[in-house]
């Protein structure tokens, strides 16, 4: 027998085991339907409570007047890149001027 015949063989052998069909664990009776309840009743408050978060926040910070000092950007010596290098250090909060 060659070399070649004997791969195929080996080749075939190793196709067939793999591709046979694996056996599933067992699973108790209603084992998955109580998890899938559980779970997806933890993913909805989750959600919500997410969603009230952000709308706490929102609230929370909308509210707020931000005094931000802006220039016309009409000078061409690098005001424009020099405003958006220095962004940071012109934001004022309300009631420290």
């Known amino acids: 027998m060659t070399q070649l015949a004997k791969l195929l063989i080996i080749l075939a052998a190793a196709s067939a085991t793999l591709s046979a ?51 016309d950007g009409d000078n061409i010596d690098g005001q424009l890149t020099q405003d958006a290098a220095t962004l940071g250090g012109q934001i004022v909060p309300v009631g420290t001027v």
């Open 21 to 71: 069909p694996t056996m599933r664990p067992r699973q108790l009776a209603g084992e998955g339907s109580f998890f899938d309840s559980v779970f997806s009743g933890t993913d909805n408050g989750v959600g919500y409570g997410v969603e009230n978060a952000e709308d706490n926040a929102a609230s929370l910070l909308g509210d707020k007047a931000a005094d931000l000092v802006q220039t």
